[in-house]
T-cell receptor, first 113, second 112 residues
Framework: DGGITQSPKYLFRKEGQNVTLSCEQN?????MYWYRQDPGQGLRLIYY???????QKGDIAEGYSVSREKKESFPLTVTSAQKNPTAFYLC????????????FGSGTRLTVV | SQQGEEDPQALSIQEGENATMNCSYK?????LQWYRQNSGRGLVHLIL?????REKHSGRLRVTLDTSKKSSSLLITASRAADTASYFC????????????FGEGTQLTVNP
């Protein structure tokens, strides 16, 4: 089955710690994205990548970093510089940036303890 | 930046009734898409309508697009309890390489 896998489902972070969220897709999609969703809110774009070894900042990139060394993988690191990281993180992919439709993973819920 | 704005923010109806959600946007688009999100899960793509289309159907879903008013509506007919979810519109810009921008969603509750 083709799809997009995020892990872990739940993640707890201590103050001052960096954590990495995994996102893997086997859809052969060129474009991948990371979104943040706060309770009752819409999606805000953190970073996106149109092709391997290239990525662009979204609307709320501060305190986050990404890499795109393989087409299938787009990990997101939440650094200690992100002061309010508790949120639901969603990874998505599409054939290209303009769509036509995005496929989403099932999300990672990050909580600061 | 959020381009699409859904209305209403929340909608509660009885099973069997129709549900209508609206989306307004600000800039020119080449397509508009609707997604569904069950609580605590990822989004699922429902339907895409291109800027040169006015109406599109998929099963119990009907989407309309009025580019002159910069608005779209999603109609779910004969709703079921399983339709309870958040529904988001997303717009794709006209420029090449323009990625989707999501609205803040409508929370639909269908009561059995």
């Amino acid at each position: 089955d083709g799809g997009i896998t995020q892990s872990p489902k739940y993640l707890f972070r201590k103050e001052g710690q960096n954590v990495t969220l995994s996102c893997e897709q086997n859809l052969n999609h060129d474009a991948m994205y990371w979104y943040r969703q706060d309770p009752g809110q819409g999606l805000r774009l953190i970073y996106y990548s149109q092709i391997v070894n290239d990525f662009q900042k979204g609307d709320i990139a501060e305190g986050y970093s990404v890499s795109r060394e393989k087409k299938e993988s787009f990990p997101l690191t939440v650094t200690s510089a992100q002061k309010n990281p508790t949120a639901f993180y969603l990874c998505a992919s599409s054939i290209m940036v303009t769509g036509p439709g995005y496929t989403f993973g099932s999300g990672t819920r990050l909580t600061v303890v | 930046s959020q381009q699409g704005e859904e209305d209403p923010q929340a909608l509660s109806i009885q099973e069997g009734e129709n549900a209508t959600m609206n989306c307004s946007y600000k800039t020119s688009i080449n397509n508009l898409q609707w997604y569904r999100q069950n609580s605590g899960r990822g989004l699922v793509h429902l339907i895409l309508i291109r800027s040169n289309e006015r109406e599109k159907h998929s099963g119990r879903l009907r989407v309309t697009l009025d580019t002159s008013k910069k608005s779209s509506s999603l109609l779910i007919t004969a709703s079921r309890a399983a339709d309870t979810a958040s529904y988001f519109c997303a717009t794709g810009g006209e420029t090449s390489g323009s990625r989707l921008t999501f609205g803040e969603g409508t929370q639909l509750t269908v009561n059995p």
